[in-house]
Structures are given as C-alpha cells and as structure tokens.
C-alpha cells in the first residue's frame, strides 16, 4: 500500500468539507484591523490576524495557501510568524507555500528541503522559466505537490505566457512539457504535478482542464481580479483532479472593523456555497 | 546631480577593483570545512564560513551574490546568518540577492521592500514569466537593480528559453520586451535593468550584447558548469553595460581543509586575472 499522493490528499479534503475554496493569507500590515496593530507590533498583530482568520474559515477551507512575500517582509520574525501561522491550522488541511521559486537543480533542492522537510507545507508555487532541473526537485517528495505557473491573472501575464509556439500559446506548451517530466519513467512521484491558472483567462482554463484533466489546479483571480465562479466551474467540469479557488483579499480584508474574522467566514463560505455544486 | 544607477556604481566597483568577479555565497552546510563545522553548530558554521570567504576574497570581487536557497534551509537562524554575511561586506561593494522572485504586483512589491528596504540588498535576480509587473517593483528603487532571468545555463535552461518565436528564441523576445519597461516614459530607473545570461551559450550571450549593449550581465557558468572566459570576453567585447562574470562553488570549495579561504582568494585572483583584459 503507498501512501496518498497530494492529489489524493487534497481531493479528500474537499469531499469532507464540500469546498473548493483555497484561502489565500497575505498578511499586509497595512490592511490589519486597526484594534489589532494598535495593541501588536508588527509580528505579533499579523500572527493574531492569521490566527483569528483560519479559525474563523477554517469550515470552509479546503486549503491555505500562505504568500511567502508578506511574511519574508516582516524580517527576523518572519520565520516565526510563518511557523505560528502553520501550527494554526490542522494537519488535515494541506497548505501551500506560495513563493514561485524557480531555480538550478541544487539550488531547488535547497527550497524543497526548507518548503517540505522544515516548514512541512504540503505543496507550493513554482516558476518553470529555467526548466525541468528546477521543478524536479519538488516533484520528489512523496505526498507533496507543486504548482507551476502556466497562465497568471497579473495584468503582465499576457507578454510572455500567450506568445505563439508552434501555433499554440506557450502556457500550453509548459503544460505539455512539464506533464512529461512527470511520467513513471521518470521518477516522479504520482498526483505531484499540478497548475497555477488564472480565472480571469478561462479559454486557458478550459485548454489546461483538458489537457491535464487528473492535475490538480490552483486558481487565482476570482472575484478582485475579474473572473467568476460560474465560468470557472464551466470550463473546469471534465476531468477529475482537484480544483482550488483561491481567494485572499476578498476574505481577508471583508471588513476592516473587529467583526473582521466574522466578515471573513461570511465571504468563505459565499465562495465555497457558489462553487460546491462542481462537488455533487 | 543625480544619484548613481546601479549600472554607474558597479561600472565604478569595477574600475577600482579591475574585476569583473561575482562571488557567489552558496553556503552549503555539507559542504563547509570539518573544522567549522565541528566547532559551531550550522547557522554559526555558515557565518564564520562566510566571514572568512569575504575577508579573503574581497579585494578581487568586484560584486558578491548570495543564493537565497542556503539561507532560507537555515530556518529560523536564516535572518540572522544573512545580515551577519552582509554586515561583513564592505559598503563600497555591490552585493546581490540570487532569490529569482517573480510575483503579481502587489506581491512584488514586498519582495522588493524586503530585498532593498529592509537587507539593503544592491540588485536582485528576478524571473519574468508574469511579465511586466512582477519586474517593474524591482526597478523603481534609485541606485539599486535588477537582473531578469533571459537565458540560462542549467540543464533544463533551453525547455522554454529557446523555444522560436517569431523567429527568435524566447530568451530574445524577454530582452527585447523589458527593455522596452525601462523606457523613461515608463518611470523606470536609468541603469536598473540587467540580465541573467549564462556562459555555457555563447551565441545568446553575444545576441543579448548587442540587444541591450548599456545593461549590465550577471553572467553564471564559467568554470564547473562549461564556459570559458576567453570565449565570453570575445562575446562581450562590444558594449559598455558593466558584466559580472559570477563563479561560486568554484571559489567556495576551492580547498575542503583549514586554508579553504587562502585557497578562494587564489581561485578568485586566478579567475579575476583571466577577465581583467576587458577592463583594460
């Protein structure tokens, strides 16, 4: 008997809580309720919000998906904060680093050890511009998953990842290539694989689905960004791997006030209501 | 008067030091001499490591670059060993952040607050495949830089980078398309914007040259990975943007005993002597 892959895992999570919804924690100082950072330093304030949010959503959510950006920003207490968040949040629900590494095989190897091995996330985001040795190293860790970038939300998305390669834009082209690197033969583990595709470009949506319909997919975009849910569930409605929406802001900040973590559960499960259908 | 680009204050490292050495700390714990090791426990290891790399090799370096990857597997010593490894170098001498960030926006700029801001970092490396937001954040700091990824000289590094694209290799298109975000109308700081080019294609770097002849090049892959200097100085040869040829395990590991740093100084010497020529 092996143990789950990542897609397995995950797919597990999301029939237990009938949710789709990956809630994204980008902690910006800035946006932290007011009675929070005026009783906190910086640090300690962002670890009562990430506190006070997952247990709030923590029904609804089928992941977490931490921004490695925000909490690198807070300097020597980052690491802490990081751990504190992490240990918020029950081991059954899989939580994604979120930092886009991408980097020579044994520099990755590196972040893999520091994503898996030391801070036990069970996936990540990954950048596939320098290739198959910067990716592998993510793939090797049996149950843990990564996603690569193929088609992002970001206004800039569109100057590289849509240009023409042999008459298909080059999103396609990553996933067909990286799908590749995951075959038996090549000693990655099953159910590793997955993709980041934003909801705001649902033909790649609908491309990626069918090309890679047992892959798990990370989704950005909704809500904020432009896209919306039922679109996203019409072009992801064949194939079986696991869908998450991710939603950070629009949950985070749902009120600034100290009804913020209620405001939160309220949009969580606005979201994990309008998207459980694709579950039944 | 304005300030100095990063471009003018490394072209100025340069002249003073005849240099055109990149010293890349990629401080692997097993890798480091028995003697440290067995004296200090890892994160104390990987401090006296660095100090005596720096303090060794400081006067043939014309820039350091320290890989993010080996910090972060410090866990929570990893803030700690990183300020220390910076408070050791010398004001006067560009130092890069080798982390390949490459996020939306809003998350970029974090990043860059963090690299900048907070570390003081002098450049970065950053991954483009977003596009123009997840770069522009790390070109709006006066005096500091950015080196996008373009083409690189790992194994995996031609998956996408060459791949033809109206009839040029992708890596071309990337140049050619953030040249045109450090266009002054775009608010971008003059002198802000490099490329990662490695020495094992020499046909892109002398392509890249003469695309982006004022920009500066963080050149990878001399030494263990295949290039030679004489064929990237040929490819170099025209062109005023300053060029950091970088060798990091090269240097770091040049002697595995208790004259590891009297044997990096003569291995940076040796490769900054090899280069000096095109100073000249």
Redesign the interface.
């Known amino acids: 008997m092996t143990a789950p892959s990542f897609a397995e895992r995950l797919s597990a999570r999301q029939a237990e809580t009938s949710s789709l919804v990956c809630i994204g924690l980008?902690p910006?100082p800035q946006r932290l309720p007011l009675h929070l950072t005026s009783e906190h330093n910086a640090a300690q304030a962002v670890i009562a919000f990430n506190r006070a949010i997952i247990e709030a959503t923590v029904g609804a959510a089928a992941a977490y998906k931490l921004?490695l950006?925000?909490f690198?920003?807070l300097?020597?207490e980052?690491?802490?904060v990081l751990?504190a968040t992490l240990n918020t949040i029950p081991k059954a629900v899989p939580v994604i680093a979120?930092g886009?590494?991408?980097?020579?095989?044994?520099?990755?190897r590196?972040?893999a050890?520091?994503c898996f091995d030391?801070l036990d996330f069970d996936a990540c985001t990954v950048?596939?511009?320098?290739?198959?040795?910067?990716?592998a190293p993510f793939l090797d860790h049996p149950g843990r998953g990564a996603f690569l970038?193929a088609r992002?939300?970001?206004?800039?998305?569109?100057?590289?990842?849509k240009?023409?390669?042999q008459g298909r834009p080059?999103y396609e082209?990553?996933v067909r290539?990286a799908l590749a690197w995951e075959k038996p033969g090549n000693n990655r583990a099953k159910g590793s694989l997955g993709f980041v595709v934003g909801a705001s470009d649902i033909e790649a949506l609908r491309r990626i689905r069918t090309l890679a319909p047992d892959s798990p997919l990370l989704i950005p975009g909704v809500g904020a960004q432009g896209g919306n849910s039922s679109d996203v569930l019409e072009a992801i409605r064949e194939g079986s791997g696991p869908v998450l929406v991710n939603s950070s802001r629009a949950i985070l900040y749902a009120s600034a006030g100290r009804d913020f973590d209620h405001a939160a559960r309220q949009a969580a499960e606005t979201l994990r209501m309008s998207l459980a259908v694709a579950l039944s």
Chains 1, 2 share one sequence.
């Open positions: 980008d910006d921004n950006a925000f690198e920003a300097g020597s980052s690491w802490n751990q979120d886009k590494r991408g980097d020579i095989g044994n520099s990755a590196f972040y050890h520091t030391l950048s596939g511009y320098m290739g198959r040795d910067s990716v970038l992002t939300s970001n206004p800039g998305g569109s100057d590289f990842q240009i023409e390669y080059l082209h990553v290539t």
